[in-house]
């Protein structure tokens, strides 16, 4: 999947367990805090070099969804991603299946 698209589906999914009024207040603005980075006249890598001001300011933003999504608890996670019951902790894809062995 592409790096935009991932993006794009993470926030969806940001926004979707922002809403639920089961997840706690605290991490709630957890999301909103690389928002103030952002807007925030001072950056590591300043926004007037092209291309590399801008990267900081979404690795925040990607980060800051990232935090969020893994400390909401899993079963509200699991709740709205869809991808979140065929994935392990690390990303890689996972496939529940049973096998018998055959001796001839």
Do not use: W
């Amino acid at each position: 999947m592409g790096l935009l698209a991932k993006l794009y589906d993470r926030l969806r999914l940001a926004i979707k367990l922002v809403k639920d009024p089961q997840v706690p207040g605290l991490l709630k603005l957890i999301p909103f805090l690389p928002l103030l980075y952002v807007i925030f006249p001072m950056d590591f890598i300043p926004d007037l070099i092209p291309g590399l001001g801008q990267m900081d300011d979404i690795g925040a933003i990607i980060l800051g969804l990232e935090m969020f999504i893994r400390m909401v608890p899993q079963s509200l996670v699991s709740k709205y991603d869809s991808n979140a019951s065929t994935q392990t902790s690390n990303g890689n894809n996972v496939v529940d299946g049973e096998y018998r062995e055959v001796r001839r």
